[in-house]
């Protein structure tokens, strides 16, 4: 993760420890987001009532063999083949990268975390397998 331009300051003041209050809502969604939720429960945390039981977050692994793998997430078309949000992925260093840019090419063992249906990240597991 970037160091902010403000830690560094805090740093030389001397700080021994900084809490970001950024980061830690960050590390409660992204577990919200990857431990099976559906959108449902994520929507109740920024307390948003409306009706998104259907919707789901998923992490997908790329594995050997896929049409995916080598491809930049503009050639993979996942939106247009599986009507989900390619939110993010986490590449073979565990490290979320969020919001991938169109040419960022998807790698093998690449994990990405997506929005939409089950039946829609049910779609993309098999693109992802074979």
Known sequence: MEETNSTG???KAGADHL?????IASERIVSIATNGSDF???AQFFGINDDTHDY???LVQINAG????????REANIPQRTQ??????????NELQVNPKADNQIQLGDRLLVF???NQITDLKVIAKH
């Open 9 to 11: 300051k805090f740093n």
């Open 19 to 23: 809490i970001s209050p950024i980061e």
């Open 40 to 42: 449902y429960d994520f």
């Open 56 to 58: 789901k977050f998923g």
């Open 66 to 73: 896929s049409d995916l793998v080598g491809k930049s997430y």
């Open 84 to 93: 989900l949000v390619v939110i993010g992925f986490y590449s073979l260093s």
């Open 116 to 118: 939409g249906l089950e």
